[in-house]
């Protein structure tokens, strides 16, 4: 037992004028109420385990183990009581490896300690938050006070001195760039006339027969089948690229004739929704008008599976002589975890672009509930969102801020809220947070570097020296899911991928897996200043968002467990991950990531609990599963992440080795090769939908 650590939680959730001013929480009430009615059980189970991480000296210390003990013999309450038993030995015994690893954390946890100890810490705002920040989230230390010194420092940090700009840049966008997006899908709500949907009869029954199989996987704000048009996001978000096609004709950006290539991934919730995706989704645009120029291809599990069985397995199998069908069926999908279809958006452009079409040379990713502000963008940067993506940035070479030479294969674009757009497209879409924090604020606010990052990174304009955006720029690391692009040459080059257990920030842990690949250049995103998306989310999916807000809360814990392994995993030290990464993206890489998730939850339901906010029991419930579950998965197995980051590297090798050698064999007319091509077209076009009814 780590005897500052017990020091300091007991001095923060004991009564006095820290506990009462910082957490603003009564851990002993909260332990010491009634819990004889329904689920009150739970919220002091949170309580005693918060108590006995204050260690033995507190005075409630053997009331709460002994509550605890009690409760694993009630079935009722056994697996959370052994969870929070669990948890207090995990924390313990990581406190004390992170430690011995790092004797600057050690030193900042004692001084902690002692400050509080001693009562030299009586509650004087920023300064003391910050001293306890410096142990559990020194990415927020002083961002409040030193707001535009921080954010000066890192575009700093962000610079990249161009060497050579791209010669062959984007010239024609509509027919180059292959645009990609993710579909959610799922049943609607249980109770739900389906009788009174505007579908077909065959899909109406096809919906009966899935809402008795088991759910697979569970996403943020899926859409249900049966959504009204005007609130769905599919509709929504391909309206808006379709239009956003149309002024650029207008514009003379491209031709009249022009159409856009769109493929869509479907992550579906239950396996039979694979079958009637693309009917239900054809269905709809068909109603809905306004995307007739796009060309839209949607992508299923079995569809992927039809790939990697039908193509690149026999491919791997002939001209690899691996036997990798396994393997890649591990990596090329889109059903599961968000990562999975994060990098078959990326992957399959490859695909395309040896198969169906040579002279696609880029993928642009946006999310659904984005859109192009294009009489925005052209009022108040001169151009186009096209004209954007033809900058000879994207595919440029520089040096970054350490001298090291980096290939800025990579785009990424910024977001505006719709509401604020009227201000300006260089709004923030996340602003600075106020620091009237509550509970587990304290220890974790990530809202803070990430409005950090928002400003420093997304909202730079090359107006001036030295970032002009020919001779100077700046590299991205905080990107979002949408508004990002990749040149399929350099995605076949470097191969980045997310690994499949990645379920939040699929978009930031991509470039993560190829971050230091030796030998240099380094692959990196180029900021694009004034390649804007509006964000629309909240127009109409507002309520779907609140519901799924505490399952994204408890998405977050994991993100910082898994951010956190996955740094260590990989081939290079993780503090030189974590030094690129942070503010932001790098404050989900802890060395107690664990602790962190366990503090969090259990100081997110205590506030909860404090505001009788009866949504405390749900955290728990869904925050102690999953947590569970993922520290069942990785806490007896240390080299896990590791074991599974270099299979999946593996396979993604085979991919590409897969590619580059058929296209090898198509160059030189093998037969074997031109029949599997073939295949492929019949794949391929057996996805696209047909818009015009």
């Known amino acids: ?76 309450w056994t697996e959370r009581a052994e969870f929070y038993l669990q948890a207090v030995g995990d924390i313990h015994r990581e406190i004390e490896g992170a430690c011995s690893l790092d004797s600057d954390l050690g030193r900042r946890l004692k001084e902690l ?30 961002v409040s006070r030193n707001r535009e010194e921080l954010i000066r420092t890192l575009r700093d940090r962000r610079r990249i001195k161009i060497t050579r700009l791209n010669p062959v840049p984007i010239n024609d966008p509509a027919r180059e760039v292959l645009f990609t997006s993710n579909v959610l899908l799922t ?66 950006t491209v031709q009249a004739s022009s159409g856009l290539n769109c493929i869509l991934s479907v992550s579906v919730t239950h396996r039979g929704l694979q079958s009637c995706a693309k009917e239900y989704i054809e269905g709809e645009l068909r109603k809905a008008k306004g995307t007739e120029d796009l060309k839209v291809y949607i992508f299923t599990e079995a569809d992927t599976t039809a790939l990697v069985e039908e193509i690149l397995a026999p491919v791997a199998r002939r001209f690899l002589g691996y036997d990798g069908e396994a393997l890649l069926k591990g990596v090329f999908g889109v ?14 452009t490859a695909l395309w672009q040896v198969f169906i079409d040579p002279e696609v040379g880029a993928a642009f990713k946006i999310d659904l509930d984005q859109v192009f502000p294009q009489s925005e963008l052209v009022g108040e940067t001169g151009l186009s969102a096209f004209e954007h993506l033809k900058s000879p940035l994207w595919g440029a070479e520089g040096l970054d801020s350490d001298g090291d030479p980096v290939h800025l294969g990579m785009l990424a674009g910024a977001l505006v809220n719709e509401r604020d757009i009227g201000k300006s497209i ?78 939040r920030a699929e978009d930031q842990a991509y470039i993560m897996s190829v971050l230091f690949r030796e030998p240099p250049p380094y692959l990196r ?59 932001f993206t790098g404050c989900f890489i802890s060395p107690m990531p664990f602790t962190m998730a366990y503090l969090r ?10 505001n009788r906010d009866e949504r405390g029991y749900e955290l728990l419930k869904t925050g102690i599963g999953r947590l569970r579950k993922i520290s069942g998965v990785t806490g007896g197995n240390p080299g896990l992440v590791k074991d599974l980051y270099s299979r999946e590297k593996e396979a993604w090798d085979v991919y590409y080795d897969a590619l580059d050698a058929v296209e090898k064999a198509l160059k030189g007319n093998d037969p074997f090769a031109v029949k599997l091509k073939k295949r492929a077209e019949e794949i391929v076009r057996g996805t696209r939908i047909e818009i015009e009814a």
């Open 1 to 76: 037992m780590n005897e500052a650590f017990s020091s300091v939680i007991k001095k923060l959730i004991s009564s006095g004028d820290i506990a009462e001013d910082l957490l603003k929480l009564n851990i002993t009430d909260q332990f010491l109420s009634d819990d004889s009615h329904g689920e009150a059980p739970l919220k002091r189970l949170n309580a005693a385990f918060l108590l006995m991480l204050s260690g033995r000296s507190h005075p409630l210390f053997d009331k709460a183990a002994s509550y605890i003990e009690d409760r694993k013999s009630d079935p009722r």
């Open 426 to 503: 260089f709004t923030p879409d996340v602003g600075f947070p106020s620091e009237e924090i509550r509970g587990d604020e304290l220890i974790f606010y990530s809202t803070l570097p990430q409005a950090l990052s928002t400003e420093a990174e997304m909202m730079t304009r090359y107006d001036g020296d030295p970032l002009d955006g020919c001779n100077c720029c700046i590299q991205r690391v905080h990107v979002t899911g949408g508004t990002t692009g990749i040149l399929i040459g350099s995605l076949r080059r470097y191969r980045p991928f997310t690994p499949t257990f990645i379920g």
């Open 113 to 142: 300690s002692l400050l509080f100890e001693d009562g030299r810490a009586p509650y004087d705002g920023m300064e003391t938050i910050d001293r306890v920040r410096t142990v559990f989230f020194p990415e927020g230390v002083g």
């Open 335 to 348: 059903d599961g975890e968000y990562g999975r279809h994060y990098s078959f958006l990326k992957a399959v």
């Open 601 to 610: 939850l259990a100081l997110k339901a205590a506030t909860f609990f404090e």
């Open 525 to 583: 995103y180029v900021h694009k200043d004034g390649l804007v998306m509006r964000h629309d989310k909240e127009v109409f999916a507002g309520e779907a968002i609140k519901s799924a807000a505490l399952g994204k809360t408890v998405g977050d814990y994991i993100r910082l467990v898994w951010f956190s392994l996955y740094a260590r995993a990989l081939p290079w030290p993780a503090r030189r991950t974590k030094a690129l990464l942070d503010p």
């Open 187 to 252: 049943l609607p709500p249980e109770g739900t006339d389906i009788g009174s949907f505007d579908i077909g009869p065959s899909l109406r029954e096809h919906l009966m027969d899935v809402f008795r199989e088991e759910q697979l996987y569970w996403y943020d704000h899926p859409v249900q089948i049966g959504v009204e048009i005007e609130k769905n996001e599919v509709v929504y978000g391909l309206r808006g690229l379709a239009e956003a096609l149309r002024f650029e004709k207008q514009r003379g």
